[in-house]
């Protein structure tokens, strides 16, 4: 068996990392939301699917805390945590991989018709 030639970097060293975060602070968010967001998913160091994984997420808390009554920090988050997670969404094309934008232009199936 032999060994893959695909190298993974840590966070800190991580170029896709380290731009994201420079983005982040430049659009005026708190960077360590953005830290903190990353290790709780456990992201890709080039952060591969990881706006669909935003876009996601922001619809299922969304959906939840209208259903159930609740607000973000009863979920852990910071109350921004839905602002970011919408720039990521609509402000990230350069980290995207050609896949994320096939992802990101599936309609959603988490629609409520109510």
Do not use: Y
Not at 20 to 29: K, L, N, P, Q
Not at 69 to 78: I, K, S
């Amino acid at each position: 068996m032999s060994r893959s030639s695909v190298q993974h970097f840590s966070p800190s060293q991580s170029v896709t990392h380290l731009a994201i975060r420079h983005e982040v602070e430049c659009a005026g968010f708190d960077v360590e939301i953005l830290r903190n967001f990353l290790w709780l998913v456990n992201a890709h160091d080039q952060l591969i699917a990881f706006p669909f994984l935003c876009q996601n997420l922001t619809e299922i808390l969304s959906v939840s805390t209208k259903e159930w009554g609740v607000t973000l920090n009863d979920f852990c988050f910071h109350e921004d945590t839905f602002r970011l997670l919408d720039w990521v969404v609509t402000e990230t094309p350069n980290f995207l991989h050609p896949w994320d934008l096939c992802l990101l232009e599936r309609p959603s199936i988490h629609q409520t018709t109510r």
